[in-house]
């Protein structure tokens, strides 16, 4: 991505452009991690700390377009205040070139994952953690083992259970 004076410029996103897109916030771009998706966009997963929610920009020359991935959406007040998105982990299934994103939701405090199928984005947890007050996810690092001969690749996850103390690995086998 580049700025609006051209290659080699910064492509800089302000709280207004963030307003403008229909995410007022105060406070955004922590936790990031970035990709490029097989048509060429950058791709960066980042936590909104004003709204706590997941978002993701991408964005190819000097375009770009936000869109929330788990959180509170502002117009639907029927959703209940969450906190997810904090050490997303992006990655790009190198088989298929679609992204998934691994990160902690401090609400449920669970490791989640979250792709699109279909051009439909559902989070689904991967650690619950066990028990309340049991915190998963943090600094979740994603990555896709290719399997050779199969249309997709399997989301391998590394991250760390902060009660447990201890560092788990998550991976999805061909059965879920």
Known sequence: CYGENGPGTPLRITHQDMADAGFPSADFGTHTSTGVLSDGRVAVSFYDAWRTNLMLVTCKA?????????????AEASIPDTDAGRWSSLAVDPSTGRLG???????????KYITSRDGTQTPIIVDDGGNA???????ATLAFEARPGFSES?????????????????????YG
């Open 62 to 74: 000097d375009s770009f377009q936000l869109q929330l991935l788990d959180g509170e959406a502002e």
């Open 101 to 111: 994103v691994a990160y902690h939701d401090a609400t449920l405090g669970a490791l």
């Open 133 to 139: 007050g049991h915190h998963v996810g943090l600094s």
């Open 154 to 174: 399997l989301p391998r996850i590394a991250y760390i259970d902060s009660t447990g103390r201890k560092i788990q690995f998550a991976r999805q086998s061909v």
